[in-house]
């Protein structure tokens, strides 16, 4: 069973930085996209960033310019940098990797999330 395990929240003060990390119980490799996806009290959960093996990024647009997503194959990690953060950003934060299967369906694995507070 694939498992991701979600650090480096906390929280921050407006305009500071965290890095999330993802860390995989198998070889990210093997998945076809991993992301990042956050949910604030009462929203829907939303993509915020995602990388797929191919190495095609996309990001939500409230975050472009501001956070970067990376892979450490060696370390089967995924991060996440966040930069100047705003109390918007305040929400739970989600590993997610998905990984195709043989009948063209998609399997997702999720961590369990870390908390992320921006306060002014």
């Known amino acids: 069973q694939v498992q991701l395990v979600e650090s480096g929240g906390g929280s921050v003060q407006v305009g500071g930085s965290l890095r999330l990390s993802c860390a995989a119980s198998?070889?990210?490799?093997?998945?076809?996209?991993m992301g990042w996806y956050r949910q604030a009290p009462g929203k829907q959960r939303e993509l915020v960033a995602r990388?797929?093996?191919?190495?095609?990024?996309n990001y939500a647009d409230s975050v472009k310019d501001r956070f970067t997503i990376s892979t450490e194959y060696a370390k089967n990690t995924v991060y996440l940098q966040m930069n100047s953060l705003k109390p918007e950003d305040s929400a739970v934060y989600y590993c997610?990797?998905?990984?195709?299967?043989?009948?063209?369906?998609?399997?997702?694995?999720w961590g369990q999330g870390t908390q992320v507070t921006v306060s002014s």
């Open positions: 198998t070889r990210i490799f093997s998945f076809d996209a």
């Open positions: 997610r990797a998905e990984q195709k299967t043989a009948n063209s369906g998609t399997v997702d694995y």
């Open positions: 990388i797929t093996r191919g190495r095609s990024v």
